[in-house]
């Protein structure tokens, strides 16, 4: 689907079951205007769903620097759709971390947790900013100085926003129709009541 094919099933909800004369047909602008604020409705809802997150999640390889964090996460490129800034950061909690041994990480959300004794068979990693710190399998540690690095690159599955319509799944056409029709009109009803 096309930005352009996009505008049109909207217009043409927006005036399903709507008296004469429709107002729509001349607001392709203001249509086109919300669809960025759609795809984002529509993504965040996805991640949430855990029925429909598939269909929103792809794999990003990020390199590791030589104190075992990410570069910065918002230029990660992605898999399928090769776009660089599309991750949600808040979509790796419904995804996974992996090493380049493939072993799943897990997630610790607080430093104090990440830099204090945990459990030796597993690797770890911490959410910082825009950025990924991790720790090593197999490695007892007891202060931040016994903290090693996992081999990089890391692989994350996360859930990302489509930059371009295009991207959108078939499966998820309708649903991006119907979010650009609930922007739309949430910003009316907004604009009219200010």
């Known amino acids: 689907m096309t930005v352009d094919e996009l505008i049109e099933r909207a217009k043409r909800r927006l005036n399903a079951g709507?008296?004469?004369?429709?107002v729509w047909p001349d607001s392709e602008i203001d249509i086109g205007a919300c669809v960025t604020d759609a795809l984002r409705?529509?993504?965040e809802r996805v991640m949430r769903d855990s029925e429909l997150r598939a269909w929103l999640q792809q794999d990003y390889a990020v390199n590791l620097g030589a104190n075992g964090e990410s570069t910065d996460l918002l230029t990660a490129t992605g898999s399928v759709t090769g776009q660089v800034g599309e991750i949600i950061l808040e979509g790796m909690d419904f995804g996974l971390v992996r090493d380049a041994e493939n072993n799943v990480l897990v997630p610790l959300m607080h430093y104090a947790d990440f830099v204090r004794p945990q459990p030796t068979v597993y690797g770890?990693?911490?959410k910082k900013n825009r950025v990924v710190a991790t720790?090593?399998?197999?490695?007892?540690?007891?202060?931040?100085?016994?903290?090693?690095s996992v081999l990089g690159p890391i692989t994350i599955t996360a859930s990302f926003t489509p930059k371009n319509v295009s991207d959108v799944p078939l499966d998820l056409e309708d649903d991006l129709v119907g979010d650009l029709c609930d922007v739309v009109?949430?910003?009316i009803v907004n604009a009219d009541a200010a």
Do not use: E, F
């Open 41 to 43: 409705q529509l993504s």
């Open 185 to 187: 009109t949430r910003k």
């Open 135 to 148: 720790r090593a399998k197999g490695v007892a540690v007891n202060s931040p100085a016994d903290i090693l």
């Open 18 to 22: 709507q008296p004469q004369p429709h």
């Open 124 to 126: 770890y990693y911490l």
